[in-house]
Nanobody, 119 residues
Framework: VQLQASGGGLVQAGGSLRLSCTAS????????MGWYRQAPGKQREFVAA???????TYGDSVKGRFTISRDDTRNTVYLQMVSLKPEDTAVYYC??????????????WGQGTQVTVSS
């Protein structure tokens, strides 16, 4: 399985971005997907996850501002980000979990896409 993330960029505080992640392989619809992020000098942080049935969960810092969704016909997971803050600046990683629900850590990672929010 390969995960290809895109959609990152530079945006002003208060702005929006939508990240996309397309997966190769046939197991996409059966597995939970997630987004994580890592800012310079910080540990990787959980952002959001979506189960194969569509249930979602979010990290506390993004609740109410970010929305994760999936399109199984396109093998793609999305992360819609609104009301962006400078502290959202990070490399965002797409991930795939081994099962239908989000587990301890994903077993597959994409290459990351940079999101920079200017103040």
């Amino acid at each position: 399985v390969q995960l290809q993330a895109s959609g990152g960029g530079l945006v002003q505080a208060g702005g929006s971005l939508r990240l996309s992640c397309t997966a190769s392989g046939s197991r996409f619809s059966r597995n939970a997907m997630g987004w994580y992020r890592q800012a310079p000098g910080k540990q990787r942080e959980f952002v959001a996850a979506i189960a194969n049935v569509g249930a979602t969960t979010y990290g506390d810092s993004v609740k109410g501002r970010f929305t994760i969704s999936r399109d199984d016909t396109r093998n793609t997971v999305y992360l819609q980000m609104v009301s962006l803050k400078p502290e959202d600046t990070a490399v965002y990683y797409c991930s795939q979990y081994a099962g239908m629900w989000w587990g301890a850590i994903p077993d597959t990672w994409g290459q990351g896409t940079q999101v920079t929010v200017s103040s």
